[in-house]
């Protein structure tokens, strides 16, 4: 063994693995005795001691034997073999499960994160930080940003809310799942959702004990008429600023019915404004919750905004659920970093967050027109349906032609999701509840047709928003390779 002269830690740590790794390649087999302490420090030129704090930790550690009188031994044990190194994929094969373009959607461009403004944010809030920031903190989330948040909202989305009323999440899916769990607690069985949506979201709601009935969805958004359809539902979540992945707002007269049936029924919306400040067409229309605080949840978050990774969501909740919010909440499985709210509530304070906005904003409707004016010079067939708002669009195809354009789209190393993706579907039969006559959606009572939102059997869904902007020309031109 080569070690180091001389003594200190720095030798009887380098012995000891050298030993260890003498053991676990097989050189020193199981049952091998090995000198005594003197005789190895005499061949290593070490001293005794350090030879014997090796030998006394390995023993400690089970590689190694001892008793009074017999010597060490190499313990008798099975020794797992080194794993084996991952397999590399060949180059082909990394290339066929990382898409050229990644067209799919769920991201804004991540290219555009605003490090230095964030990093800036960031040393400023960390300066002035209280020490009880850096404890466990409240499960409603750090004050700083509940405070910041409820001035934002009010002003940019119409939000009706007091710092006391935000609670801080990790994340939407966390909220929507938080509240589902509350939900189901109070004796609820069954959520409305939109019959196009994320069937991630379904399936969080109901692993929270909730039965998902699904509103039908055209051209003026979910038919929320229908909601008293339903015997006993009392909850529903809905997109009414910008449908997803439809791309329709909710119709005045539909937001109004929504408000008033949870009035009513002493019902409950979950209002998901996933992309609510990104409208190119007019300014956005303000929250749903602004209609009526105590029967609307508003849900928010930084993943559309600034990014996914920094795991920022709020809820605005009505009085009389706090305390069933934070009761769940704070079991401890729901908290969210503090530094990173301190982090938010400076970006948004310093006026950062509203000029990264209104850039984005720019960005995302140059992209959007740039698509518009393609496809009505390339692809004249394909229409793009839905608002100006977003970070992407539907693009009504020809009938039956929707699965061969994704296929088409696969085959070209193009990631492209169709609408029919984002349509309801129950679980499996044998999970189903007996549907009841009341739950089954009938005609539309407002003479809206039914069937797929304005007519669109066969569309795709393109993100826009995901590309940098260095390939979005090109992502462009792959689309429209692909199209009909």
Not at 3 to 30: H, M, N, S, Y
Request: proline share 9%.
């Amino acid at each position: 063994m080569d070690l180091p002269r001389g003594g200190g830690t720095g030798v009887r740590d380098a012995l000891i693995r050298a030993l260890r790794d003498a053991v676990r390649g097989g050189r020193l087999a199981p049952g091998t005795r090995l000198p005594s302490s003197r005789s190895l420090a005499a061949d290593l030129g070490i001293a005794r001691n350090t030879v014997a704090d090796a030998y006394g930790e390995l023993v400690a550690e089970g590689w190694l034997t001892a008793r009074q009188g017999s010597g060490t031994w190499v313990a008798r044990r099975v020794v797992p073999p080194e794993p084996a190194p991952p397999r590399t994929p060949p180059p082909a094969a990394v290339a066929a499960t990382r898409p050229t373009y990644d067209l799919r959607a769920g991201q804004p461009d991540l290219s555009a994160f605003p490090r230095s403004a964030w990093l800036s944010a960031a040393r400023r809030a960390l300066t002035v930080a209280p020490n009880e920031a850096f404890g466990y903190g409240d499960p409603a989330g750090r004050p700083e940003l509940r405070r910041v948040l409820a001035d934002y909202l009010a002003r940019a989305r119409g939000v009706r809310a007091a710092p006391e009323r935000i609670v801080v999440c990790a994340g939407f899916v966390q909220g929507l799942a938080l509240l589902g769990r509350v939900r189901a607690k109070a004796g609820h069985r069954a959520v409305g959702v939109e019959s196009y949506g994320l069937g991630l979201y379904w399936n969080v709601l109901r692993g929270a004990g909730l039965r998902t009935v699904p509103l039908p969805v055209d051209r003026r958004g979910a038919r929320t008429a229908e909601l008293d359809r339903s015997a006993g539902l009392r909850t529903v979540l809905l997109t009414p600023a910008h449908q997803f992945p439809t791309g329709v707002p909710l119709h005045p007269d539909r937001r109004a019915a929504v408000v008033d049936w949870a009035s009513r029924v002493g019902g409950l919306v979950l209002e998901d404004d996933y992309d609510g400040e990104f409208r190119y067409d007019r300014h956005p229309v303000g929250a749903l919750q602004g209609l009526d605080p105590e029967h609307v949840v508003y849900l928010g978050t930084a993943s559309k905004s600034l990014a996914p990774a920094l795991r920022l969501a709020w809820m605005v909740v009505p009085d009389h659920l706090m305390d069933d919010v934070l009761a769940v909440k704070g079991t401890g499985e729901w908290q969210s970093g503090a530094l990173d709210q301190l982090t938010l509530a400076e970006f948004i304070d310093s006026g950062a967050y509203d000029r990264h906005v209104r850039g984005m904003r720019t960005r995302y409707r140059r992209r959007r027109d740039q698509l518009v004016a393609a496809l009505a010079e390339r692809a004249p067939r394909v229409r793009v349906t839905g608002i100006a708002a977003g970070l992407h669009a539907v693009l009504q195809l020809p009938p039956g032609t929707e699965r061969s354009v994704v296929q088409c789209a696969d085959w070209q190393s193009l990631a492209l999701d169709g609408l029919s993706r984002f349509r309801y579907r129950e679980r499996p039969e044998r999970e189903r509840e007996p549907e009841r006559g009341p739950d089954k959606p009938g005609p539309a009572p407002d003479g809206e047709p039914d069937g797929e939102p304005d007519g669109a059997s066969d569309a795709l869904v393109f993100a826009y928003g995901a590309p940098p902007d260095h390939a979005f020309t090109g992502a462009l031109e792959a689309l429209c390779r692909v199209l009909p």
